[in-house]
């Protein structure tokens, strides 16, 4: 599944399953771009592994969410690497678990703009560069929590749903340019992130003790969520766009519910 020649741009590609993602693409051949908000240190571990790898690799701080930081990213990304095959809209943030009633409106307004805004901004942003190439693809990183709407997470499961929205209708948009857009909708994920959703959420100090409770023995791991991504931005999904693939074992078993 070569991609050497590409140029990959994973937003959130400083930690967790971003930098997964990162380093995969380049283990499979691609020079890789790795957008971070606040942790540089991170991102700066993320490039070495993937300059280690013999690819090149460069770190650009970015909010997502800020259409003039998103342009400065995406413009000097094409300056340095020369172009963009490959957009990766990782970048999330969790919700709080609150009701709707006791939602922060600053919270709803900060969650959608992350997950919805940033990945619409940066689409729109990267789409002329990969009309140029031989052909383009983007891939969304969202969630299963668009099919359970699980209490507790109206901002997380609307921005989420906002985001499916878009890379359905942009499928149908840039195929005929030789743009792929593809899902990919992991259940919970051992991370950072998934390690604050479990304690905000069910009050569970330790993720590992969901292990037992998951499918295959373990809780989802940030290589099976990159393992699908190389996948869909490969030759072997050469006739595959619009399409979505949850990486949640099949379902939650032994009552998790994640």
Known sequence: MSLEGRVALVSGGGRGVGAAIAVALAEDGADVAVNYRKDADSAAEVVARIEALGRRGKAYAASVDRFEDDQNMVDAVVEDFGGIDILVNNAGIASRGQTVEKTDPDELDRV??????GSH????????????????DIVMISSIATELQSAGGAPYNMAKCALDALALTLAKEVRHHGIHVNIVAPGLVETEMGRRLVKGAGGIDDIATLHEHSPFGRVCQPQDVANVVRFFVSERAAYLTGERINVHGGGAVGGAGW
């Open 121 to 136: 901004y940066l689409s729109k942003l990267v789409i002329p560069h990969m009309k140029k190439r031989e052909r383009g």
């Open 112 to 117: 959608l703009r992350i997950h919805a805004y």
